[in-house]
């Protein structure tokens, strides 16, 4: 449940007027991702899986130059305090009840996804797009304060997809819905967005030293 949560989340944190299309809004959020020493923000709301509705409550930090992430949940209650790093070539998930951290590579945790999604590429949005289809759902606001939603659809069908919600005002998102079957599986809100706050490379890789370590 955990990676599969996780990864999802993740991929559809990966936004209008005029002539504009929605590769040229998704081109703009990953040029001010880039652009960035580093990204956090709070991803917090509701969503249910297997039946089960779930507070969904987490925070991420990221370096997007070295492809490095942290992501910390708060809720679900299952994985309260629970940590995953990612860099460009391993995933090391640290479980709090059991003090264990799980090393996983890039590649495999990508694969075991079924997705093909390369969780290491959290704040390279075209990158993370790249296998999807994308357009322009709406917009609404006026200038300087527009939010584009946007849809994106596996290019290897399916029925799930997801949607996000781009103000233009810093080219960030702002909300993320993800649906399977056209019924809406968790609706969450992106708060609390920061760049350039000085998080270093040593606080998003800081782990429990005295966890046990569980290579796959």
Same mark, same amino acid.
């Given at each position: ?5 996780t990864?999802t ?5 990966? /936004?209008?007027?005029?002539a504009?299309?929605a #590769?040229d809004?998704?081109?703009?959020? !990953?040029?001010? #991702?880039k652009?960035a020493k580093? %990204?956090? =923000?709070r991803?917090?709301?509701n969503?249910s =899986?297997?039946?089960?509705?779930q507070?969904i409550?987490?925070?991420?930090k990221?370096?997007?130059?070295? /492809?490095l992430?942290?992501? #910390? ?10 940590v995953i790093?990612?860099d460009?070539?391993?995933i090391r998930?640290?479980?709090?009840l059991?003090?264990?951290i799980t %090393?996983?590579s890039a590649q495999?945790?990508a !694969? ?7 969780f290491?590429q959290? $704040?390279?949005?075209?990158s993370?797009?790249a296998r999807?289809?994308v357009?322009?759902? +709406? $917009?609404?606001g006026t200038? +300087?304060? @527009?939010v ?8 290897t069908?399916?029925? !799930?997809?997801?949607?996000v919600w781009i $103000?233009e005002a810093?080219w960030r998102p *702002? @909300?993320?819905?993800?649906?399977s079957?056209g019924? *809406?599986?968790a609706?969450l809100? %992106? /708060?609390?967005?920061k &760049?350039?706050s +000085? &998080?270093t490379? $040593?606080a998003? @890789?800081?782990?429990?030293k005295d966890a046990q370590?569980? @290579? #796959?």
């Amino acid at each position: 449940m955990s990676k599969r949560l996780t990864l999802t989340l993740l991929a559809g944190l990966l /936004s209008v007027a005029g002539a504009q299309s929605a #590769q040229d809004i998704v081109n703009k959020v !990953d040029a001010a #991702q880039k652009a960035a020493k580093d %990204v956090s =923000f709070r991803l917090s709301g509701n969503a249910s =899986f297997d039946s089960a509705a779930q507070k969904i409550d987490l925070t991420v930090k990221a370096i997007p130059a070295q /492809s490095l992430a942290r992501v #910390q949940f708060m809720a679900p209650d299952a994985l309260a305090d629970n940590v995953i790093v990612a860099d460009k070539t391993e995933i090391r998930q640290y479980m709090y009840l059991t003090n264990q951290i799980t %090393v996983t590579s890039a590649q495999k945790a990508a !694969d075991q996804t079924g997705l093909g999604l390369d969780f290491t590429q959290l $704040t390279n949005t075209a990158s993370m797009l790249a296998r999807y289809n994308v357009k322009l759902l +709406g $917009t609404t606001g006026t200038a +300087g304060k @527009r939010v584009y939603q946007l849809e994106a659809t596996p290019r290897t069908g399916g029925s !799930d997809s997801s949607r996000v919600w781009i $103000t233009e005002a810093g080219w960030r998102p *702002t @909300r993320i819905q993800l649906l399977s079957s056209g019924k *809406t599986i968790a609706d969450l809100t %992106v /708060s609390s967005y920061k &760049v350039n706050s +000085g &998080v270093t490379a $040593t606080a998003i @890789r800081q782990l429990p030293k005295d966890a046990q370590i569980i @290579r #796959q």
